[in-house]
């Protein structure tokens, strides 16, 4: 029987919550880890109507997109909607889960849905986040190289895009003195040793730290194994806002505006005037995305789909740059699917169910 923290587990592995913004609050926000998963309710936001939802067709845990908790409580009093939210869960038994910032800055996550959603092939990271990576430099005994090298792998090193196994290694001669007290590898106490090893690098997601460090340490024949970590200012290209990337054909602006209506099967949206030119490469965020425009116009997109734009942000388009506001609800509900296609993948032993509960607080009239 598979348990809450189980799921838990899965979602984060696929969503690290190090990459989620500091403002945000994705984690387990009720119910206890330990519990038995019964059926698994998944939904973008997590309303009351969701949670009574939840109960009728006999759901134990919810996860969600957007958190219910973003700031701290003072009460419980049912006072609030997110207390009577969280009130009525405790009540029933029902735990919820959210995903949020570190689900949208995934490669494989909500952007990624959008554009499958959308038709946009190829697509990259859009603002590639800094200071995720780090760098260890570590030195092995020739015959061992592969033993060290193969335990880091496993661990999660040397990922870099679409390559795994990454390292760099290159031979020199290592020279130490082991103490009277020391039991050397090689060499005997108190006497001056020069071996031929390996220097090997390494690059690898830095909040994976820990568990880089106990491969090397348990892999390692040395009984002092020297080491360096080096933190990086590179961008990591897995990991960061929006996605850009283009249609399988140039579309005109009226065959586009169709191609967005149908595939987010969406009435109306928002825009500034369409390039003068087919629009080929396109640029999306789900949700409030205002802050990638620059972003998407150094990518040389000729469209970049967001939402929650203001109206002098509309003024950063150009005669060759078209934003478009498709709405906050519409651009990410499909992470429902996202999140429906990890856990039935990962655990077919319980149901999963897609929310039926229309969460959308905007009206159009």
Same mark, same amino acid.
């Given at each position: ?6 799921? %838990?587990? $899965? ?8 990459? &989620? ?7 387990? *926000? ?17 309303? /009351?109507?969701? %949670? ?56 494989? =996550? ?20 800094? &200071? ?26 040397? *990922? ?26 090689? =060499? ?20 994976? &730290?820990? *568990? ?12 002092? $194994? ?10 990591? &290209? ?25 595939? /987010? ?10 390039? *003068? ?8 965020? =789900? ?36 934003? %478009? ?41």
């Amino acid at each position: 029987m598979t348990k809450i923290k189980e799921v %838990v587990k $899965v979602l984060e592995r696929y969503a690290p919550p190090a990459y &989620q913004e500091s403002y945000d609050n994705a984690l387990l *926000q009720v119910g206890d880890p330990n519990t038995t998963v019964t059926r698994v309710l998944v939904t973008l936001d997590c309303t /009351l109507e969701v %949670v009574e939802e939840a109960i009728e067709r006999g759901c134990n845990l919810i996860v969600a997109h957007h958190p219910v908790i973003f700031k701290p409580l003072k009460s419980l009093t049912g006072k609030t909607p997110v207390e009577r939210i969280l009130l009525k869960a405790l009540q029933n038994e029902v735990a919820i889960f959210a995903c949020h910032t570190n689900l949208d800055h995934v490669h494989n =996550g909500v952007n990624a849905k959008l554009c499958e959603k959308l038709e946009i092939k190829n697509p990259k990271v859009l603002a590639p986040k800094t &200071q995720l990576l780090t760098k260890l430099e570590t030195y092995v005994p020739l015959e061992d190289t592969e033993k060290v090298l193969a335990a880091l792998h496993q661990a999660g090193a040397g *990922q870099i895009g679409d390559y795994s196994d990454c390292s760099f290694r290159i031979t020199g001669t290592g020279r130490f003195t082991p103490s009277a007290q020391a039991n050397p590898h090689i =060499g005997e106490p108190c006497k001056t040793e020069e071996t031929i090893e390996n220097k090997i690098e390494v690059i690898f997601p830095t909040f994976k &730290q820990n *568990q880089i460090m106990r491969a090397l340490l348990q892999a390692h024949p040395y009984e002092e $194994v020297a080491h360096y970590l080096v933190a990086l200012q590179n961008e990591d &290209q897995e990991v960061g806002a929006g996605m850009v990337g283009e249609l399988e054909e140039a579309l005109s602006p009226e065959t586009f505006v169709k191609h967005v209506k149908e595939k /987010l099967q969406i009435e109306t949206f928002r825009h500034t005037a369409w390039p *003068q030119k087919p629009i080929k490469r396109v640029a999306v965020c =789900g949700g409030a995305g205002s802050f990638l425009t620059r972003h998407a116009k150094a990518a040389n997109a000729d469209v970049f789909i967001t939402a929650d734009l203001k109206y002098h942000e509309f003024f950063e388009a150009t005669e060759q740059f078209t934003l %478009v506001d498709v709405g906050h609800y519409e651009s990410e509900v499909y992470t429902k699917e996202l999140f429906y296609d990890i856990l039935t993948k990962s655990f077919p032993n319980f149901a999963v169910d897609l929310s039926n509960t229309p969460t959308n607080p905007v009206r159009h009239s």
